[in-house]
């Protein structure tokens, strides 16, 4: 093959000193959970108030999430993301739009990112909710409201808890789609595990040894994340119920 | 030479054993009634005949070949062995008279003008000629029956099965399926049929199997065992069932 | 808010950004055929009872489906060019280009085969028990009996990851092709109009993926199979 193969590579110090570049491989590992987890944090809390909006009966509130979802899930998530980072500062009002794109990069970088990926899967988290909620029996809704319970008490006691128990499958499946969209965040230059790939092929001149570490985090990431969820899965089951899931 | 032969059959799903030490053969022209409570393993032991499930111990003939031998031709064994099942299986995608050539032209390889020649004879035979451009989707649950029969019959079985034919079915059309399988037997086809309607027993059966757990536990004539039953199983079962 | 839109610099560049556009549309039909294709074959190969070939194509996916996209585009830049170097000597005119076509062929195979998967197993097993029954072989009932079905049911989620996969393209940017997207940005950048050309490259994507999905969703209310 003609490739000369050094993995001692990663124990050489960078350039600029006072770092391994094996240190940054982790600084990689570091932002891109660290980013994932922001954004996840932000896309369960909106998209959970967003897919019980799809549900209520009052035509306003649903309209408004169906156009929310119809508007994320249209548009490619780089696009999305290079208009959160050039686009809505400028739309902002002149002082808050100055104070941004004042701020240290990294700050801009990272406000973009955790935005952009926290929204855009809002959007889904959105429709596994609606979905979850829709798939339980209408029965367990008129259950609940004949007992005199109000709409929003039968969602809190009734419909929302069996819904979580419903969509932790597809929810682990977000939870690994996160982590992969992280990546391109590498284009707004954030630090995170794609672009120290293409930083540490830069600097070392030894792209196989780089992609070959960054595609073993990126599946590792992969492995534990799913070794997690299976066991919230099984703390979560609820006895003698089974999901007809998809 | 009996038409279908089973020999200390015995099969296990995983450590779980579903069907004990089965004997019993079937002659040409015989129609057996195999029955029993649900779980008893018959549905399990007909589809051993035409290797669709396999068993681990004993040994099954049909027409001289070996079903469980490995260098059995199996498409070209089940293409002799006419097969009828609860949930009638035609093809949803095909119309009516594209479920009754599409075997005959794959496995049989008859010419495409035979076969639909021969396919609408025998829809016309189960009363159905009327329905031949239709889709499975838009028959009754008895018309798709009797099509499904029609279609096993297109491939000129040597002998045919039935797991539950009319256990699907609302009970007003059972009577539509029962009468084509009777007017079957009475033209002389080898039949095997597991089934809960003791009234086509005693009509056409010559003889009946009962089966408990994965044993046969009776296998008489019709009419011992209708008479008397020789074990309290069979007595038992009897009496809850003739009820009705 | 202080930005003073100014739409002028679009007009001129339409044939630049046509020709953007015609990469995207290129990179979606290769990525569309291929991938259907060859995740059909790795469906049936995930469920084939020969222990060699399921672990084969169940290792391909779980491989492809825990990388990012963007990763497996940088990947293929990497290697698509050694290889063809080495298979023909010099280079391929656009090499990007070409890296592009199989890293996002193989990548959207992975994804389709589990929508194929998953299509086949709902075809109940009495089907496949019926079509044996008859004396139809195994490839015979996957190809006459299940495979058609399937397909009809499995018709809105292959257009629909299509429209995911239209959408993905966009990411070639990573390595320097110029996309629809990419060309857009660029003009943007070359003209100091990056806002208006994002915005009128998020708004042409929005009326094509919004148009689509409802095109499948009608579709989709038509083509079920009565059963």
Redesign the interface.
Known sequence: MGYHWDWGVFFRTVPSGGATYLDWFLQGIEWTLIVSACSWALALVVGSVLGVLRTVPNRLLSGFATLYV??F????????L??WY??IP?????GL?TAIKQSPPLMQQFLASWLCLGLFTAARVCEQVRAGIGSLARGQRNAGLAMGLTLPQTYRYVLLPMAFRIILPPMTSET?NII?????V??IGLVEL?RQ??QLVDYTAQ??EA?IA??AA??AI??VVMMVMRTVERRARVPGFIVAG? | MPMISLEGVSKWYGQFQVLTDCTTQVDKGEVIVVCGPSGSGKSTLIKCVNALEPFQKGSITVNGVSVGDPKTNLPKLRSHVGMVFQHFELFPHLSIKENLTLAQVKVLGRPKNEALGRGLKLLERVGLIAQKDKFPGQLSGGQQQRVAIARALSMDPICMLFDEPTSALDPEMINEVLDVMVQLAKDGMTMMVVTHEMGFARKVADRVIFMDQGRIVEDAKKDDFFGKPRSDRAQLFLSKILQH | ???DFDWSSIPGALPFLWHGAVITLEITAIAILVGIAWGTLLAIMRLSPNRALSWFAASYVN?FR??????VI??FF?IVPAVLRNLFGGAISDIRLASAFVAFALFEAAYYSEIIR?GIQSISSGQISASLALGLSYGQSMRLVILPQAFRNMVPLLLTQAIILF??T??V??IGLSDF?GTA?RVGDRDGR??EL??F??AV??VI??GA?WLVRLLQSRITIVR
Do not use: H
């Open positions: 119809e508007i899930r249209n548009i490619p998530l780089l696009v999305q290079f208009i050039f686009v400028e739309l902002l009002p002149v739009g690994l992969k969209n992280s990546s391109v590498s284009t794609s790939a293409q792209p196989y992609f960054v595609s990126y599946i992969n492995a998809k | 808010m202080g930005y491989l825990s990388l990012p996209l963007l990763m940088l990947w990497l998953a959408q993905d966009s990411l940017y990573v997207f940005y990056i806002v994002l915005l490259a998020g994507y929005f993926c919004y999905s």
